[in-house]
């Protein structure tokens, strides 16, 4: 099993800057991939970025490329969202999320595997 505990949400003004923080516990050498989703209100749940922990490779939704930036800290088993330029059509519960298994696409939710407790993100405008 893994958990994922993530950190970092809050109120921020159109412009600014949050950093989110997703750290694994468990049996975090077994996993493949992690990837932040997001769910904004009276939304869907969207893919928003994921990377790669082996290759490192990452990959980022249209709507936050140029402005999201997904890194990860493997000693501290540690993903984080670094958000700038952030507008209020960001607002939303942001979810980390991680998966076992190689999948060509990494912007399908239900192939990943352990999801944390999602942490919310609010942009005033």
């Known amino acids: 099993q893994v958990q994922l505990v993530e950190s970092g949400g809050g109120l921020v003004q159109a412009g600014g800057s949050l950093r989110l923080s997703c750290a694994a516990s468990?049996?975090?050498?077994?996993?493949?991939?992690m990837g932040w989703f997001r769910q904004g209100p009276g939304k869907e749940r969207e893919f928003v970025a994921a990377?790669?922990?082996?290759?490192?490779?990452?990959y980022y939704a249209d709507s936050v490329k140029g402005r999201f930036t997904i890194s990860t800290d493997n000693a501290k088993n540690t993903v984080y969202l670094q958000m700038n330029s952030l507008k209020p059509e960001d607002t939303a519960v942001y979810y980390c999320?991680?998966?076992?298994?190689?999948?060509?696409?990494?912007?399908?939710?239900?192939?990943?595997?352990?999801w944390g407790q999602g942490t919310q993100v609010t942009v005033s405008s």
């Open positions: 999320a991680a998966r076992r298994n190689y999948y060509s696409d990494y912007d399908t939710g239900n192939k990943y595997d352990y």
């Open positions: 468990g049996r975090t050498f077994s996993l493949y991939a």
């Open positions: 990377m790669s922990w082996s290759s490192g490779r990452t």
